[in-house]
Nanobody, 124 residues
Protein backbone atom coordinates (compact mmCIF):
# COMPACT_ATOMS: atom_id res chain seq x y z
CA UNK A 1 0.00 0.00 0.00
CA UNK A 2 1.12 3.51 -0.77
CA UNK A 3 0.46 6.38 1.62
CA UNK A 4 -0.31 9.70 -0.06
CA UNK A 5 -0.44 13.19 1.44
CA UNK A 6 -1.60 16.21 -0.57
CA UNK A 7 -0.74 19.85 0.07
CA UNK A 8 -1.05 23.20 -1.64
CA UNK A 9 -4.78 23.79 -1.79
CA UNK A 10 -6.36 27.11 -0.92
CA UNK A 11 -8.48 30.04 -2.04
CA UNK A 12 -7.64 31.85 -5.25
CA UNK A 13 -9.39 34.30 -7.56
CA UNK A 14 -10.50 33.28 -11.02
CA UNK A 15 -7.59 33.47 -13.43
CA UNK A 16 -5.08 32.71 -10.72
CA UNK A 17 -2.80 29.75 -10.17
CA UNK A 18 -2.18 27.08 -7.55
CA UNK A 19 0.27 24.22 -7.34
CA UNK A 20 -0.75 21.02 -5.60
CA UNK A 21 1.79 18.52 -4.38
CA UNK A 22 1.42 14.90 -3.29
CA UNK A 23 4.06 13.00 -1.34
CA UNK A 24 4.08 9.20 -1.53
CA UNK A 25 5.54 6.83 1.04
CA UNK A 26 5.41 3.15 1.80
CA UNK A 27 5.33 0.68 -1.07
CA UNK A 28 5.92 3.30 -3.74
CA UNK A 29 6.86 0.62 -6.25
CA UNK A 30 3.18 -0.33 -6.28
CA UNK A 31 2.25 3.24 -7.21
CA UNK A 32 3.83 3.53 -10.62
CA UNK A 33 0.72 5.33 -11.91
CA UNK A 34 -0.12 8.56 -10.11
CA UNK A 35 -3.29 10.49 -10.73
CA UNK A 36 -5.22 13.54 -9.62
CA UNK A 37 -8.96 13.48 -9.20
CA UNK A 38 -11.43 16.02 -7.86
CA UNK A 39 -14.84 16.02 -6.28
CA UNK A 40 -17.18 18.98 -6.04
CA UNK A 41 -20.11 19.03 -3.60
CA UNK A 42 -22.95 16.86 -4.84
CA UNK A 43 -20.92 15.49 -7.74
CA UNK A 44 -19.04 12.29 -8.40
CA UNK A 45 -15.29 12.10 -8.20
CA UNK A 46 -13.82 12.89 -11.60
CA UNK A 47 -10.51 12.36 -13.34
CA UNK A 48 -8.21 15.35 -13.74
CA UNK A 49 -4.84 13.99 -14.87
CA UNK A 50 -2.52 11.01 -14.59
CA UNK A 51 1.14 10.33 -15.20
CA UNK A 52 3.06 7.17 -15.96
CA UNK A 53 6.21 6.08 -14.14
CA UNK A 54 8.59 7.64 -16.67
CA UNK A 55 6.38 10.67 -17.28
CA UNK A 56 5.95 9.74 -20.92
CA UNK A 57 2.16 9.45 -20.74
CA UNK A 58 0.10 12.27 -19.25
CA UNK A 59 -3.59 12.23 -20.14
CA UNK A 60 -5.78 15.12 -18.99
CA UNK A 61 -9.50 15.69 -18.66
CA UNK A 62 -10.80 17.89 -21.48
CA UNK A 63 -11.95 20.45 -18.92
CA UNK A 64 -8.38 21.13 -17.72
CA UNK A 65 -6.34 20.50 -20.87
CA UNK A 66 -4.06 23.42 -21.63
CA UNK A 67 -4.47 24.88 -18.12
CA UNK A 68 -3.19 22.13 -15.79
CA UNK A 69 0.15 20.33 -15.91
CA UNK A 70 1.01 17.13 -14.05
CA UNK A 71 4.60 16.23 -13.22
CA UNK A 72 6.44 13.80 -10.99
CA UNK A 73 9.81 13.43 -9.30
CA UNK A 74 10.55 9.76 -8.70
CA UNK A 75 13.62 10.53 -6.61
CA UNK A 76 11.44 12.46 -4.16
CA UNK A 77 8.32 10.29 -4.63
CA UNK A 78 6.18 13.31 -5.39
CA UNK A 79 3.61 14.25 -8.00
CA UNK A 80 2.55 17.84 -8.61
CA UNK A 81 -0.37 19.49 -10.34
CA UNK A 82 0.23 23.01 -11.61
CA UNK A 83 -3.11 24.71 -12.13
CA UNK A 84 -3.26 27.92 -14.15
CA UNK A 85 -6.12 30.08 -15.40
CA UNK A 86 -8.33 28.70 -12.66
CA UNK A 87 -12.10 28.96 -13.02
CA UNK A 88 -14.85 28.84 -10.38
CA UNK A 89 -15.88 25.45 -11.78
CA UNK A 90 -12.48 24.09 -10.73
CA UNK A 91 -13.59 24.41 -7.11
CA UNK A 92 -13.44 20.96 -5.51
CA UNK A 93 -11.53 18.72 -3.15
CA UNK A 94 -8.53 17.43 -5.07
CA UNK A 95 -7.23 13.93 -4.40
CA UNK A 96 -3.99 12.23 -5.27
CA UNK A 97 -4.23 8.51 -6.11
CA UNK A 98 -1.92 5.65 -7.02
CA UNK A 99 -2.19 2.32 -8.82
CA UNK A 100 0.18 -0.24 -10.26
CA UNK A 101 -0.71 -0.78 -13.89
CA UNK A 102 -1.18 1.68 -16.76
CA UNK A 103 -4.74 0.63 -17.46
CA UNK A 104 -8.08 2.38 -16.88
CA UNK A 105 -6.16 5.38 -15.54
CA UNK A 106 -9.16 7.71 -15.79
CA UNK A 107 -11.38 5.42 -13.67
CA UNK A 108 -11.20 6.29 -9.94
CA UNK A 109 -12.46 2.83 -8.98
CA UNK A 110 -9.24 1.32 -10.37
CA UNK A 111 -7.00 3.15 -7.91
CA UNK A 112 -6.19 1.44 -4.61
CA UNK A 113 -4.40 4.22 -2.73
CA UNK A 114 -5.79 7.67 -2.00
CA UNK A 115 -4.75 10.78 -0.15
CA UNK A 116 -7.01 12.66 2.24
CA UNK A 117 -7.70 15.45 -0.24
CA UNK A 118 -7.01 19.17 -0.32
CA UNK A 119 -9.60 21.88 -0.88
CA UNK A 120 -9.29 24.22 -3.85
CA UNK A 121 -11.70 27.15 -3.97
CA UNK A 122 -11.78 29.55 -6.91
CA UNK A 123 -13.74 32.75 -6.40
CA UNK A 124 -15.33 34.68 -9.25
Amino acid sequence: QVQLVESGGGLVQAGGSLRLSCAASGRTNSGSVLGWFRQAPGKEREFVAAISWNGGSKPYADSVKGRFTISRDNAKNTVDLQMNSLKPEDTAVYYCAAKSLWMWVTDPTRYNSWGQGTQVTVSS
